[in-house]
């Protein structure tokens, strides 16, 4: 795959444990097998599914179940981000074996405010040990998470060194206009938004891909809003972008992964659980996420 092909509906999929903590595989295939038939590609392994919460030998595992389950039906970009480079550059050698699409990372974390040169040779590193036209890497900007930002003239450096895509979750779309402006010499290159929030205003800016949590749970209406959009129809694809707003809104009632998980459970997937530091819903959010859901029509 090369990266201007990881295109659409992209779900940062939610990673599956059970009651003691261990991965539960027949979980991670449920949300798969429920979620497939609407997306375009899936971005695993990353904040949603729990990616910093587990060994590197659990997240290598994930991923080989979610590619067995898959199948080539979808692209799927491993997220490989560690806290260093080494165990970065580990898990992307694995991701490339195990016949994932390419893979992306978050910068490191843990070491806030790295210079731009520690952090253009950390990606280096990465892009020396993994890139290929038909493998590409991605950068994940998300400063609130690594405490390290990802500039425009960061972008570009890496760009020339074979760098093909970001997936920028910084919720500017100025900044999305600045990436953009950044590597417009390589026609090649992909800057897909990382965020469902404000899809419509980022397909306007150019922008052909969304990693979109909500994904996870309601993908069928994510794929509407993007076939709406494509086309031509703004004015369903602005009606939907409120509602995918208003959804948004309940999966924020407490922190967005147990809640989908219970989501998913409500709707009637044996998703399992997220794995502590997170723990499940009580039962009066339970019910009031439902209630919101009833509300909306979406249970």
Do not use: W
Not at 71 to 84: N, S
């Amino acid at each position: 795959m090369k990266a201007k092909e990881f295109i659409g509906i992209i779900p940062p999929l939610l990673s599956s444990f059970d009651e003691e903590g261990n991965i539960y595989e027949k979980g991670i295939r449920e949300i798969i097998r429920f979620i497939l038939p609407h997306v375009d590609g899936l971005y695993p392994v990353g904040t949603y599914g729990c990616g910093p919460c587990m060994s590197l030998d659990e997240r290598k595992r994930v991923l080989e179940i979610i590619l067995d389950e898959v199948h080539g039906k979808v692209p799927v970009v491993a997220h490989v981000g560690t806290a260093d480079t080494k165990t970065t550059i580990e898990l992307a050698k694995h991701a490339k074996a195990a016949g994932a699409a390419g893979v992306g990372a978050i910068a490191p974390y843990y070491s806030p405010n790295l210079s731009e040169e520690a952090l253009y040779r950390h990606f280096k590193g990465l892009l020396d040990a993994v890139n290929e036209e038909e493998f590409p890497v991605f950068i994940y900007n998300n400063k609130n998470y690594s405490q390290n930002l990802i500039s425009p003239k960061l972008l570009k450096r890496l760009a020339a060194d074979g760098l093909r895509g970001i997936k920028d979750s910084s919720f500017d779309l100025v900044s999305f206009y600045n990436f953009q402006d950044a590597v417009k010499e390589y026609p090649d290159f992909n800057v897909i938004i990382g965020t469902e929030a404000i899809f419509c205003g980022a397909f306007d800016a150019g922008a052909t891909g969304c990693v979109c949590g909500l994904g996870n749970i309601y993908p069928e209406l994510l794929q509407e809003m993007y076939q709406a959009y494509l086309a031509g129809n703004k004015e369903k694809a602005v009606e939907l972008q409120r509602r995918v707003i208003r959804l948004r809104n309940v999966t924020k009632l407490a922190p967005s992964v147990p809640v989908m998980h219970a989501i998913l459970q409500m709707r009637g997937v044996d998703a399992g659980i997220s794995r502590s530091p997170y723990i499940d819903i009580d039962d009066g959010l339970r019910a009031k996420v439902k209630d919101a859901l009833k509300g909306m029509d979406l249970l």
